[in-house]
C-alpha cells in the first residue's frame, strides 16, 4: 500500500461487526444485512449474503475447483448503520453518559438520537482466557518468591 492509500485509511471506526447495516449504493442498493467482517486495512465491509459474485476456482490437493457464489467486500462508504428505532439509516455519533461510559448514538435528519447498541456477537468473543497454567507458565510459587532484601542488600548481583 503506497503512502496516499495509507492516508486514507479511516482511524476511528464507528461501524463494527455485527452490526445492522442499509447498502446505500451498488447493486444491493436498499437491501439490509449484516456486517459479517470489517476489512480495516482496505475500509471494506463483508455484509452477510448481500454483494454476491462468482468466484473462478482452480482444482488443487485437497479442493475441488468450479464456479462458486461468494460475498465481496463493500466500500465502508456504501453501508450505514440502521436506527434501532426508526429503522432507518442513519450517522453515528459518540456520546458519553452520566456514568462515564462511552456509547454510540443515531444522528442525522429524520434519526431517533437513541443509543446504538454494541452487537451481542462482540460480547460474547471478550470473555477472558482460561486461567489454567500451561506447561511453559513460571508456577506461583516462584513468581512470589523474595529474592531480593533492600535492607540488607542480599540478592543483588555481584558486578
Known sequence: ??????????????????????????????ETGTIKRVIRSQNRVIVEGKNLVKKHIKQGQGHEGGIFTVEAPLHVSNVQVLDPVTAKPCKIGIRYLEDGTKVRVARGIGASGSIIPRPEILKIRATPRPTVAGPKDTPMELVLEKTYDRKTGKGMPDL
Open 1 to 30: 500500500m503506497g503512502w496516499k492509500a495509507a492516508q486514507k485509511l479511516i482511524q476511528n471506526w464507528k461501524i463494527v461487526r455485527g452490526d445492522n447495516v442499509m447498502i446505500i449504493r451498488g447493486k444491493d442498493k436498499g
